[in-house]
């Protein structure tokens, strides 16, 4: 099994930064991709951003310019600095990781989400 640690997230005011974190552990034999969804009432969950384990990223043309997204190997952590926030931004936020376990099998894991609130 795999568990992920959420952290950080909030209230914070337009034009305002957060950022949030995500620790995996467990039986991970290695991990690729991992990135960040986000949720808002009413809505589909929707990519933000994710990044390969070679770097490589990829961003929500909403995000594009305002967040980043950057991830510890080492550690198995993967990180989101969101600057500008906008009322917009508000969601619950899922780290999301595709993972080989020790037996070589691939999944992908869901965090158990992080509110961030956009708000005036």
């Known amino acids: 099994q795999v568990q992920f640690v959420e952290s950080g997230g909030g209230l914070v005011q337009p034009g305002g930064s957060l950022s949030v974190s995500c620790a995996a552990s467990?039986?991970?034999?290695?991990?690729?991709?991992m990135g960040w969804y986000r949720q808002a009432p009413g809505k589909q969950r929707e990519l933000v951003a994710n990044i390969t384990s070679g770097g490589s990223t990829n961003y929500a043309d909403a995000v594009k310019g305002r967040f980043t997204i950057f991830r510890d190997n080492a550690k198995n952590m993967v990180y989101l600095q969101m600057n500008n926030l906008k009322p917009e931004d508000t969601a619950v936020y899922y780290c999301?990781?595709?993972?080989?376990?020790?037996?070589?099998?691939?999944?992908?894991?869901w965090g158990q989400g992080i509110q961030v609130t956009v708000s005036s």
């Open positions: 999301n990781a595709y993972i080989q376990s020790p037996i070589r099998q691939f999944s992908y894991y």
């Open positions: 467990g039986s991970i034999f290695g991990i690729y991709t």
